[in-house]
């Protein structure tokens, strides 16, 4: 069974940074593709980043994100990470982690698991 488990949010304060995880399981993660979305109070999700292990570990950034967000892998721990610099209050969100053996990308529909979700708060 593929399974997706987030952690790593809480409560950060702005400008602060945190590492989100994303520990999977019921597949090879080499042959995946692994998106990060976020879902804020009152909007639809959208896509932060990704990595396709299955294409050498090509990473995508959404540009609202872009130079403060980094997603890596460590396929040896079966795990996806997202590291968040300079949080801001428009960072506050649930963040979820996705899995794909379809390539990669921004948008929803691209993912066919995903995991419960993790809570980033952040004080405005």
């Known amino acids: 069974e593929v399974q997706l488990v987030e952690s790593g949010g809480g409560l950060v304060q702005t400008g602060g940074s945190l590492r989100l995880s994303c520990v999977t399981s019921?597949?090879?993660?080499?042959?995946?593709?692994i998106g990060w979305f976020r879902r804020a109070p009152g909007k639809e999700r959208e896509g932060v980043s990704c990595?396709?292990?299955?294409?050498?570990?090509?990473?995508l950034y959404a540009d609202s994100v872009k130079g403060r967000f980094t997603v890596s892998s460590d396929n040896n721990k079966n795990t996806v990470y997202l590291k968040i610099n300079t949080v801001n209050p428009e960072d506050r969100a649930v963040y979820y982690c996705?899995?794909?053996?379809?390539?990669?990308?921004?948008?929803?529909?691209?993912?066919?698991?995903w995991g419960e979700g993790t809570q980033l708060t952040v004080p405005s």
């Open positions: 996705a899995a794909t053996r379809a390539g990669w990308g921004l948008e929803t529909w691209q993912y066919d698991h």
């Open positions: 019921g597949f090879i993660l080499a042959d995946y593709g």
């Open positions: 990595i396709s292990n299955s294409l050498g570990g090509e990473t």
